[in-house]
């Protein structure tokens, strides 16, 4: 079977060509979602190579759906390409961990046990005195590497189980004081190491 006759079969219309559609789809819809992160995490050169790769697939992608209208299956694996990439590229995004992030801590308990945890760790906090509906508290700042978060709040939990904390994305910092960095590889796309 050449390439002409296996192009115009009922396999490619209704087998090859919904899997090519989905696999683009998904692809180019998994670099959308990474390039939003790396714009947002201040990562200017990155965003647009990768901004070009993907309108690239995203034209190969829809140019066939254009070609291929009546067919039901194409639209289906557009439609579950699209889904299915969102899910990969936060996915994706969660295990690349870029970036910092700000963590405030509120504590109506003696917070020293919690910032000397944090200091342990290397971490620079900053602590403040504050009034709570129900009294006194202490709010714990921290801005740490993104990749650390989990590790983090792990901590939080197990020295202050009801405290509250509210985690914010950190665009950039002058001065921070953070632990030794553990080698966990894309350091090139880290920004504030």
């Given at each position: 079977m050449d390439l002409t006759?296996?192009?115009?079969?009922?396999?490619?219309?209704?087998?090859?060509?919904?899997?090519l559609i989905f696999v683009l789809r998904?692809?180019?819809?998994?670099?959308?979602?990474?390039?939003?992160?790396?714009?947002?995490?201040?990562?200017?050169?990155?965003?647009?190579?990768i901004a070009f790769v993907e309108i690239n697939i995203w034209l190969?992608?829809?140019?066939?759906?254009?070609?291929?209208?009546?067919?039901i299956v194409c639209s289906i694996a557009y439609a579950a390409g699209?889904?299915?990439?969102?899910?990969?590229g936060i996915t994706i995004e969660e295990k690349l961990s870029i970036g910092l992030v700000l963590v405030r801590i509120i504590t109506k308990h003696d917070a020293e046990k919690l910032v000397d945890c944090l200091k342990e760790e290397k971490y620079?906090?900053?602590?403040?005195?504050?009034?709570?509906?129900?009294?006194?508290?202490k709010i714990i700042f921290a801005v740490i590497r993104r990749k650390d978060l989990s590790e983090t709040l792990n901590r939080v939990e197990k020295v202050h189980p009801h405290a509250f904390?509210?985690?914010?994305?950190?665009?950039?910092?002058?001065e921070a004081i953070f632990p030794v960095a553990k080698n966990r590889?894309?350091?090139?796309?880290?920004?504030g190491k």
């Open positions: 006759s296996l192009y115009s079969s009922d396999i490619f219309k209704w087998i090859i060509l919904p899997i998904l692809t180019d819809v998994s670099l959308g979602t990474l390039r939003i992160m790396f714009i947002s995490r201040g990562l200017k050169y990155l965003a647009p190579i190969l992608a829809i140019g066939q759906i254009i070609m291929n209208l009546g067919n699209f889904a299915l990439g969102n899910l990969l620079g906090v900053t602590i403040h005195d504050a009034e709570g509906l129900n009294g006194k508290v904390y509210t985690v914010e994305d950190v665009r950039s910092v002058g590889g894309f350091g090139f796309l880290r920004k």
